[in-house]
């Protein structure tokens, strides 16, 4: 196998995976939506990388930390399709062990996933499901009061951006 056949197998395989990618977040798109009609969209001033940068400053200064990131857009990119989208994943450790501590089951919305994209008119918009939303199903008082309070900090954070 020479270097050129090794190369069209992993931009094969690259392309695979990241349109694989695009078909698993749609069915949790379209869950998030249906499901619990709760999906939060709030339209921010600035290009997704100014609103990312945003967010993580609202973080840190909210007692939270970003626990991960996730570049979409560089992912898909693999693809040719061209799309600006970064989500990061907020929480704090002393909270998540109150949830985590309560039900495990939490894994399934903590840490929050925030999704920040550019939409197809070109504005930038910060997307979330509340956590109440997704761990009410758990029916644990301890936990939906934990998610109750991660809520309110989203909202008052996303709330935010607008007015950047």
Not at 22 to 31: G, Q, V
Not at 32 to 61: C, E, H, I, P, R
Not at 90 to 110: I, R, S, T, W
Not at 125 to 154: C, F, Q, R, W
Request: charged fraction near 15%; avoid cysteine.
């Amino acid at each position: 196998m020479n270097v050129r056949t090794s190369m069209t197998r992993v931009t094969r395989w690259a392309a695979t995976a990241a349109m694989g990618l695009l078909f698993l977040a749609a069915p949790a798109r379209a869950f998030a939506q249906n499901a619990t009609g709760s999906l939060v969209q709030v339209k921010a001033k600035g290009s997704v990388d100014q609103v990312v940068d945003q967010l993580k400053k609202m973080v840190a200064s909210n007692g939270m930390m970003v626990m991960g990131e996730l570049h979409q857009g560089k992912v898909i990119g693999m693809t040719g399709l061209s799309l600006e989208s970064e989500s990061i994943f907020v929480g704090n450790p002393q909270v998540g062990k109150e949830a985590f501590g309560a039900d495990a089951g939490v894994g399934v919305a903590l840490p929050v996933r925030l999704n920040v994209f550019k939409n197809a008119q070109g504005a930038t918009i910060v997307t979330y499901v509340p956590p109440s939303e997704i761990l009410k199903n758990l029916h644990n008082a301890k936990v939906d009061e934990v998610a109750k309070m991660l809520d309110g900090k989203l909202h008052s954070m996303v709330g935010m951006l607008g007015g950047m």
